[in-house]
């Protein structure tokens, strides 16, 4: 860009004088079959423009041109520049996303992890609540059995009292006669002796 610019700015100045230098001859050789003498200048005109002329390009060449240049130079470095910091923050862009990819995949398996973490300790608390409440069920049991043992017991006792006393009530009747406590002692033995024998079978 900057070689084709400095090019334009040297051979549009030679190819405008060259056109200027030879406008006169062509117009003179067509004055006479064209008509256009009129606006066609005359030789004492057109030197002193072609001087300005000249001038006026060694000006433009001297100070515009380089001024021109530079500036387009600078506008391509811009353009560079800017164009190089777009593809930087694309790379970038495209490494945050890969990053922020790369976290949310991490994130992701982290919380699976804990949610199966979360399960197996659910299942751990179930069966230790389960096992409690068993271990609980099965001491109430057998308190129980050693309750209603005891109570067996005692209503046992209970019975073989109230039928020791009817025993005796019922076997002085039948003799007709009162029991010496010996006597009534030795029956009640024998009473629940028997008795007990039964409840065994």
């Known amino acids: 860009m900057k070689s084709s610019v400095k090019a334009a700015a040297t051979t549009l100045p030679i190819a405008a004088a060259a056109s200027m230098a030879f406008a006169p001859a062509l117009a003179l050789a067509e004055e006479s079959s064209i008509g256009f003498g009129i ?9 002193p423009a072609l001087i300005a002329f000249l001038i006026l390009w ?3 060449a001297k100070f515009a041109w380089p001024a021109l240049t530079g500036m387009l130079d600078k506008r391509e470095a811009k ?3 800017d164009l190089d910091s777009a593809e930087a923050a694309k790379l970038e862009a495209q490494q945050s996303l890969e990053e922020y990819k790369q976290q949310l995949a991490d994130a992701r398996r982290e919380a699976a992890g ?4 979360a399960r197996r ?3 751990q608390v179930k ?7 068993q271990s609980q069920a099965d001491e109430m049991i057998a308190k129980a059995k050693k309750s209603i043992e005891k109570e067996k017991v005692a209503a046992i006792a209970d019975l073989q009292s109230s039928v020791a006393d009817l025993s005796v009530s019922v076997a002085g009747r039948l003799i007709g006669e009162d029991l010496s406590d010996d006597d009534q002692r030795k029956l009640i033995e024998k009473y629940v002796a028997e008795a007990g024998n039964l409840n065994a079978n």
């Open 127 to 133: 069966a230790d609540i389960t096992a409690e409440a």
């Open 58 to 60: 060694a000006v433009l």
């Open 114 to 117: 804990i949610l199966d973490e």
């Open 79 to 81: 353009i560079k520049d």
């Open 121 to 123: 300790a659910g299942e």
């Open 39 to 47: 606006i066609i200048p005359k030789l004492n005109e057109f030197i």
